[in-house]
């Protein structure tokens, strides 16, 4: 296609927004026509399904639940008026609290202001807020924040050792919706001996994100915990950003939640239109649709072109590939469905793998993010007339273009800045496209069968190592792996309890092990 036929191309399918300054470009996505008219029957049917789904239709099945995610930045959609007011008065009550924490009407008992937060969840606890504070928190926000994300023990020991000077002025969010799972609860538990180690009254420094009466609630009201703050069971941990969850860690940096809402709000009213030249988020979907045959064949490429967004694909890969893949449809066949998601930062991509993207494998379609302001001040030149944002503006048109020359499809979303609105816009905007894909593949989008299955695995390892371990106390003599398999009746998983031993071995749990670690079956096993 030559220049001027791409000029019209990109005049006839460039979407934008006045109130949000947003711009959509999917002319550099060979779809023609002819197969935008054969989706047509499917996103009618997507907006349908959209429609229902806002109005609190049963979208998630297996758990009986409403998914409810836009009714937190427009409560006046909520199905009954209790909803509504449900979620406004968590907003105020966020408002309150970050308010008293920053004036220090609630401060630790032996500081006057809280100066740090340790912020513990897993997914979408963790993903959402992470992001959201990489791209706007202030450079000295009023609290410092640092994520606990994981069970890793180093990793936990780490954010522990970078307050451990300011423990006392730290504040600890808990986030897990029932209480119960493993990463938040274990991550909580550890933090909790840290504050008792310097004899601090843990509950005089912590807050819950919980559903009202878990397990976590429990406990914080037992134990007389600074705050909750309610999850909902309508409210799925990929779509939790703009809820409790995000808000709350937000609010306490200094950032304007009301804004992120507000931003959210708009682009939702935007992808509520059923008619798809006008609408962004279905503009994606048929992008996505077309790019992988309707079957997630190619990769998503996330490229931000702005180093505050560097985070954004960490958090699109949990709400796009924990949405969208699936191995049944809605009529129960097997589908394996499913969009993989990756990405970088332009221009570090730039000679990282846009060498790959260029001239590799086609297995992908590319998203670059620009954002129009370089910075708050005037950029000094680099050369004559010419910037740093001036190259990295470069850089991305240079990597578009080069990109199609070679017969990769990209789609090009530009922002005005990073502020809270266009960021909860951001937000909005994937939250709807994931809905509309899901509806055109005829996919569930809102449960995860298959993390709940890892979940149960884990488990079963950790019911494992306890019986192991039992079985072990019992003896005098050393053992083989298959003795000891034999003797707790489980002679199948002899592979998964040499890993269980091996761990505890390396980690100085009394378990010794004689004969040739490079053939684990010459090996015996006693309690050390």
């Known amino acids: 296609m030559d220049a001027t036929a791409l000029w019209q191309r990109y005049q006839k399918w460039l979407y934008f927004h006045e109130g949000l300054g947003f711009y959509l470009d999917v002319s550099r996505m060979r779809f023609d026509d002819t197969f935008v008219e054969t ?27 409403m998914v409810g995610h836009y009714w937190l930045r427009n409560p006046d959609l909520a199905p009954t008026p209790e909803l509504t007011q449900e979620i406004v008065g968590s907003i105020e ?15 630790p008992p032996k500081a006057a202001r809280f100066t740090d937060i340790i912020s513990i969840g897993i997914g979408g606890s963790a993903l959402g807020p992470q992001f959201v504070a990489e791209a706007l928190a202030p450079d000295f926000p009023p609290l410092a924040i640092h994520f606990i994300d994981n069970t890793d023990p180093t990793g936990i020991d780490r954010v522990l050792t970078q307050v451990r000077n300011r423990l006392s002025s730290t504040l600890v969010i808990v986030i897990s919706k029932s209480g119960g799972t493993p990463e938040p609860r274990n991550g909580m538990i550890e933090v909790q001996k ?7 009254e843990f509950a005089q420094y912590a807050i819950a994100i919980t559903t009202t009466g878990s397990k976590l609630d429990a406990i914080a009201q037992s134990q007389g915990w600074l705050a909750t703050f309610p999850m909902y069971d309508w409210v799925g941990g990929r779509t939790s950003e703009l809820s409790t969850v995000g808000l709350v860690p937000a609010a306490l940096q200094g950032i304007d939640i009301r804004a992120m809402l507000d931003g959210a709000k708009e682009m939702d009213d935007a992808t509520r239109i059923p008619d798809l030249k006008n609408n962004p988020a279905a503009l994606l979907a048929l992008s996505w649709y077309y790019a992988g045959n309707g079957k997630g064949e190619k990769d998503m490429v996330v490229l931000p072109y702005k180093d505050s967004l560097l985070l954004f694909s960490r958090y699109l890969q949990q ?11 809605l009529d129960g066949n097997t589908v394996y ?17 846009v060498q790959q993207l260029r001239e590799g494998v086609p297995n992908f379609f590319a998203t670059l993010i620009e954002v129009l302001e ?38 090009t979303l530009t922002i005005p800045q990073v502020n809270p609105r266009t960021v909860g816009a951001l937000i909005a905007l994937y939250d709807r496209a994931v809905g509309l894909y899901a509806s055109l593949v005829n996919i569930n989008a809102y449960h995860q069968p298959g993390v709940e299955a ?44 040499y890993i269980i031993l091996r761990h505890l071995s390396a980690n100085q749990r009394g378990i010794v092990f004689h004969g040739n670690p490079s053939v684990p079956s010459s090996l015996t096993v006693a309690l050390g």
């Not at 709400?319 to 449809?329: I, Q």
């Not at 004559?384 to 499809?409: M, V």
């Open 374 to 411: 370089d910075r708050k001040n005037p950029s000094p030149e680099i050369e004559p007339g010419i910037t740093a944002g001036d190259y990295l503006s470069g850089f991305l048109q240079g990597t578009r273009q080069a990109l199609y020359e070679n017969h990769r499809d990209s789609i």
């Open 337 to 353: 469905q499913g969009i993989a998601v990756y990405g970088n930062k332009g221009s570090t991509d730039q000679h990282a793998y």
């Open 39 to 65: 989706l047509k029957p499917k996103f009618e049917k997507a907006f349908a399904d959209m429609a229902a789904l806002e109005k609190g239709a049963i979208a998630n099945p297996d758990e009986n639940r």
């Open 93 to 107: 009550q966020i408002e309150v609290f970050a308010e008293k924490v920053h004036t220090g009407a609630i401060h």
């Open 194 to 200: 840290a504050y008792a180690g310097q004899n601090l």
């Open 454 to 497: 890892g979940k149960k695995a884990a488990a079963e390892i950790l019911d494992l190592q306890t019986q192991v371990v039992e079985a072990l106390h019992k003896e005098k003599t050393a053992l083989s792996l298959e003795q000891i398999a034999q003797k707790i009746g489980k002679p199948e998983q002899v592979e998964a309890i």
């Open 319 to 329: 709400l796009v590939m924990e949405s969208l893949g699936k191995e049944k449809d």
